[in-house]
């Protein structure tokens, strides 16, 4: 069985940084392509970026592009989110995502296991 526990999310000022976490657990993350989606009260869950398997490739939506780079620790079987110059529209709560095929899709259906997510809060 495959865990993934995210931690990191807060409150923060417009401007500020914060650096999510996911810690994967039940076999190697390295296996699986990762991503990270939020959720906007009211709003559809989104993709926000993504990590192919590999490690070779990184996706990222526009609106964070620049200011968000997710990454991923083999040794710590972790996946990183650093966001940076964060903005209000930037709060969410944040959930990370694995996937045990190739390709890094960008809907919630694409995806097999998910943690249980993280606040995340800007504040203007």
């Known amino acids: 069985q495959v865990q993934l526990v995210e931690s990191g999310g807060g409150l923060v000022q417009a401007g500020g940084s914060l650096r999510l976490s996911c810690a994967v657990s039940?076999?190697?993350?390295?296996?699986?392509?990762m991503a990270w989606f939020r959720q906007a009260p009211g709003k559809e869950r989104e993709f926000v970026a993504g990590?192919?398997?590999?490690?070779?490739?990184?996706y990222y939506i526009d609106s964070v592009k620049g200011r968000f780079t997710i990454s991923g620790d083999n040794a710590k079987n972790t996946v990183y989110l650093q966001m940076n110059s964060l903005k209000p529209e930037d709060t969410a709560v944040y959930y990370c995502?694995?996937?045990?095929?190739?390709?890094?899709?960008?809907?919630?259906?694409?995806?097999?296991?998910w943690g249980q997510g993280t606040q995340v809060t800007v504040s203007s």
């Open positions: 995502a694995a996937r045990g095929d190739n390709g890094v899709p960008r809907y919630v259906a694409g995806y097999w296991y």
């Open positions: 990590l192919q398997r590999s490690g070779d490739s990184t």
């Open positions: 039940g076999r190697a993350f390295c296996r699986y392509a």
